[in-house]
């Protein structure tokens, strides 16, 4: 079912929705296993969720994986119709956030979605997708593809948010996927680094206002009506992802012992601590800290707060 709410209609079957689908089935499985690990929750798991996630991972790839198109790598196209009026050409940034939550929860190693899948998709999406002000929302779609088969006017790929307007979620969530998986650009967490600085360099320095509520945006300029943007706000998704970058640089993991209901936090730097003036947060359920460098004394500091 399409339930994702952007600008017109955008497919029977589309990847953002079944990335979500498929780590919200695979996050069940490991909460019926710990809420009832006895008979009925097993068969809950085998006659329900497993079905399920099997039909679910045979559309992913069936309907919405494009293997090679004009001789590019691989990538999940936006949208599938039935009725055939889809673009396989077209690419959206930001289809691949129900798979971030699966690394942010840390159940990618249940899922049997090839890794090799996800890092040509990621490549296609910097390739065709990436601009000055950061990841534009979509490429190369079409009236046709945009409404299904539905008759449409051109107005349907005009208004206030458009396909060439970067979506600000989608350059972050970008980012970290690219930290989680390690997969550099350019082999480099310095070229890595800077997909993040773009974006927020841009409400930092050009909008001076890193709490803008507006998640799209192409150039800006508040005098010229031609370029008023940001445009839209996103659910405060890209204030509220920004933690996520935080947790992929310190590498944290948050493990939780359900027979003891004993905690074990585990860190993991992506970047170096150097020098006394160095940290990195830390950010657990109703606790944060900061992880610094004591170089005088040869140790780690980890100094937090905890409370709501």
Not at 40 to 62: C, K, V
Not at 102 to 115: R, T, V
Not at 245 to 266: F, M, P, R, V
């Amino acid at each position: 079912v399409n339930t994702n709410d952007e600008h017109g209609i955008i497919g029977d079957v589309n990847t953002y929705n079944s990335m979500l689908y498929i780590v919200a089935l695979n996050a069940m499985k490991i909460m019926t296993n710990y809420f009832e690990p006895n008979e009925q929750g097993q068969n809950y798991i085998n006659n329900t969720l497993n079905p399920a996630l099997e039909y679910a991972y045979g559309n992913l790839s069936i309907l919405l994986w494009v293997p090679n198109f004009n001789g590019s790598n691989g990538y999940y196209r936006e949208e599938f119709c039935i009725n055939g009026e889809y673009s396989p050409n077209s690419l959206q940034s930001d289809v691949l956030y129900g798979y971030l939550w699966g690394l942010i929860l840390d159940l990618d190693k249940h899922w049997e979605i090839p890794i090799n899948n996800i890092l040509s998709h990621l490549e296609q999406v910097y390739i065709r997708n990436w601009s000055p002000y950061g990841l534009q929302f979509m490429t190369n779609r079409t009236i046709s593809s945009l409404s299904c088969g539905e008759s449409q006017s051109q107005d349907i790929l005009t208004g206030g948010f458009q396909d060439f307007d970067t979506w600000e979620m989608a350059t972050i969530d970008h980012f970290v996927e690219r930290i989680y998986l390690n997969y550099y650009l350019d082999n480099s967490l310095s070229s890595t680094m800077k997909i993040l600085e773009t974006e927020l360099n841009k409400y930092r320095l050009l909008f001076k206002d890193q709490w803008d509520y507006r998640d799209t945006s192409s150039t800006y300029n508040d005098i010229d009506p031609e370029y008023s943007r940001p445009v839209v706000n996103s659910h405060y998704a890209r204030q509220l992802i920004h933690y996520t970058s935080i947790l992929a640089l310190n590498g944290q993991d948050l493990y939780i012992d359900h027979e003891t209901n004993k905690l074990q936090l585990t860190i993991q730097p992506k970047i170096s601590l150097t020098g006394d003036n160095g940290c990195l947060p830390i950010l657990i359920p109703q606790a944060h800290f900061l992880l610094s460098l004591d170089s005088q004394n040869k140790c780690f500091q980890l100094n937090g707060t905890f409370g709501n």
